[in-house]
């Protein structure tokens, strides 16, 4: 029994030690041009992080390896022989196409066109037409204002959502009501777009499918993501990942509000259909959303998405009522956090350190004149700074150890 428990011991802290090295801190510096960076996160729309600086991302046709290193919009897919950056998934049914890779869903390109294999049948939403929904296989037309509907399974008509009904006797079905219509301490169904978000509120995920409508809770700290609510959270950090808490993956306002109603309205109108609002296939230039909405598609992900896009858009799909954060620039005269840091022992915040030790985050002015300012982006593992991946590695070392331990108590 004894070593039964041991090994359960062993195996956690291994689980715990690889958790922990994974979680990558750093200031989101929305760097370009050579900003030093731990990863993509840290880096400005279209540019990516390779061998710790950012990088301008690839244009369609590029030879890649990951979806990062596209242009946004664009992924990076298997055209042969080789990844190539190339437009995917952006034409919906009966839209023009030229590779099966071009359509939605399970959408097939023939004859230059986006078709189901068989008239109706459908796998996903994108497989029908903008004011359809693929229910069980089959599309159907999306349901009305008032309408009763099954949250699991049913899509209400483009400015509606199916919410929950506090009278129903079954728990996930609710009736098609406004968008944001829910108020504080009414209930609701753990999605996007029932609770009233112009007033901070959202719907925890955290207590299941059904919940009721509140403002964020306090601060909480989190190792990784399945600390934090899956909806609406994520896991973050800017310097220590022991300081790691749950943040916001929406801005919780009116201009979000608004601007999604906006989106979806004038996807109703070109009977554009709408994908997962994570997916940035929707900002592709060629989609329908960009060809009919550009505005209001831009404006949505730029007012609402957080997480996603912190440092805004590329220049060919900002919103014009929304400014990009300023980019922090490299400046070759400044050090690296690689190359040396200084860490303050009272509060354990890391910064930069310049010449002299003294200036804290220099503004310094490149040939053009404009402001450079190192990026703050590094990993932090249980207090010590590590820039070129050597705690990852020692973790999965020690994890390797732990679990040659175990089989040989087991044996």
Same mark, same amino acid.
């Given at each position: 029994?004894?070593?039964?428990?041991?090994?359960?011991?062993?195996?956690?802290?291994?689980?715990?030690?690889?958790?922990?090295?994974?979680?990558?801190?750093?200031?989101?510096?929305?760097g370009?041009?050579?900003?030093?960076?731990?990863s993509?996160a840290?880096?400005g729309?279209?540019?990516f992080?390779?061998?710790?600086?950012?990088?301008?991302?690839?244009?369609e046709?590029?030879?890649?390896?990951?979806?990062?290193?596209?242009?946004?919009?664009?992924?990076?897919?298997?055209?042969?022989r080789?990844?190539?950056?190339?437009?995917?998934?952006?034409?919906?049914?009966?839209?023009?196409c030229?590779?099966?890779?071009?359509?939605?869903?399970?959408?097939?390109c023939?004859?230059?066109?986006?078709?189901?294999?068989?008239?109706?049948?459908?796998?996903?939403h994108?497989?029908?037409?903008?004011?359809?929904?693929?229910?069980?296989?089959?599309?159907?037309?999306?349901?009305a204002?008032?309408?009763?509907?099954?949250?699991?399974?049913?899509?209400?008509?483009?400015?509606?959502?199916?919410?929950?009904?506090?009278?129903?006797?079954i728990?996930?079905?609710?009736?098609?009501?406004?968008l944001?219509?829910?108020?504080?301490?009414?209930?609701?169904y753990s999605?996007?777009?029932?609770?009233?978000?112009?007033n901070?509120?959202?719907?925890?995920?955290?207590?299941?499918?059904?919940s009721?409508?509140?403002?964020?809770?306090g601060?909480?700290?989190?190792?990784s993501?399945n600390?934090?609510?899956?909806?609406w959270?994520?896991?973050?950090?800017?310097?220590?990942a022991?300081?790691?808490?749950?943040?916001?993956?929406?801005?919780?306002?009116?201009?979000?509000?608004?601007?999604?109603?906006?989106?979806?309205?004038?996807?109703?109108?070109n009977?554009?259909?709408?994908? !997962?609002?994570?997916?940035? +296939?929707?900002? @592709?230039? %060629?989609?329908? /959303? *960009?060809?009919?909405?550009?505005? $209001?598609? #831009?404006?949505f992900?730029?007012?609402?998405?957080?997480?996603?896009?912190?440092?805004g858009?590329?220049? !060919?799909k900002?919103?014009? +009522?929304?400014? @990009?954060? %300023?980019?922090? /620039? *490299?400046s070759?005269?400044?050090? $690296?956090? #690689?190359?040396?840091?200084?860490?303050?022992?009272?509060d354990?915040?890391?910064?930069?350190?310049?010449?002299?030790?003294?200036?804290?985050?220099?503004?310094?002015?490149?040939?053009?004149?404009?402001t450079?300012?190192?990026?703050?982006s590094?990993?932090?593992v249980?207090?010590?700074?590590?820039?070129?991946?050597?705690?990852?590695?020692?973790?999965?070392?020690?994890?390797?150890?732990?679990?040659i331990?175990v089989?040989?108590?087991?044996?």
């Amino acid at each position: 029994m004894k070593k039964i428990i041991l090994s359960i011991l062993l195996i956690a802290i291994c689980f715990t030690q690889y958790s922990s090295a994974r979680l990558v801190c750093g200031d989101k510096t929305c760097g370009v041009d050579g900003a030093y960076c731990l990863s993509s996160a840290a880096c400005g729309p279209n540019y990516f992080c390779e061998k710790k600086h950012c990088v301008a991302s690839k244009p369609e046709g590029s030879i890649c390896r990951e979806n990062k290193e596209c242009e946004m919009g664009l992924n990076c897919i298997n055209d042969g022989r080789t990844m190539i950056c190339r437009n995917t998934k952006y034409a919906g049914k009966d839209e023009d196409c030229k590779k099966t890779y071009n359509c939605m869903g399970n959408l097939k390109c023939v004859s230059g066109k986006c078709v189901s294999s068989i008239e109706q049948e459908c796998k996903f939403h994108e497989d029908c037409h903008g004011s359809q929904y693929c229910r069980l296989g089959v599309c159907s037309q999306k349901l009305a204002l008032g309408a009763s509907c099954n949250v699991s399974l049913d899509v209400c008509e483009n400015g509606f959502i199916c919410g929950h009904n506090a009278s129903s006797i079954i728990y996930d079905k609710g009736n098609c009501m406004p968008l944001f219509s829910k108020q504080n301490g009414d209930g609701c169904y753990s999605q996007f777009g029932e609770c009233d978000m112009a007033n901070g509120l959202i719907c925890p995920a955290t207590n299941g499918l059904v919940s009721s409508c509140q403002e964020q809770g306090g601060i909480q700290a989190c190792s990784s993501n399945n600390d934090c609510d899956s909806v609406w959270e994520t896991c973050e950090c800017d310097h220590f990942a022991r300081d790691a808490t749950c943040t916001l993956k929406f801005h919780l306002e009116e201009q979000c509000k608004s601007s999604y109603h906006s989106f979806i309205q004038c996807a109703k109108e070109n009977d554009c259909p709408i994908t !997962d609002i994570h997916k940035t +296939s929707n900002l @592709n230039s %060629k989609s329908c /959303l *960009f060809k009919h909405c550009a505005q $209001e598609t #831009s404006c949505f992900y730029a007012s609402c998405l957080k997480k996603e896009f912190e440092c805004g858009l590329p220049i !060919d799909k900002t919103c014009p +009522s929304i400014e @990009n954060p %300023k980019p922090r /620039l *490299f400046s070759s005269s400044e050090k $690296e956090p #690689s190359e040396e840091m200084d860490i303050d022992k009272e509060d354990m915040v890391a910064h930069p350190k310049t010449k002299g030790g003294s200036d804290r985050n220099p503004e310094k002015f490149n040939s053009t004149g404009a402001t450079t300012t190192a990026s703050n982006s590094f990993e932090i593992v249980e207090g010590k700074h590590n820039n070129s991946g050597t705690n990852t590695k020692s973790s999965l070392i020690y994890s390797l150890l732990a679990l040659i331990v175990v089989l040989m108590i087991i044996n």
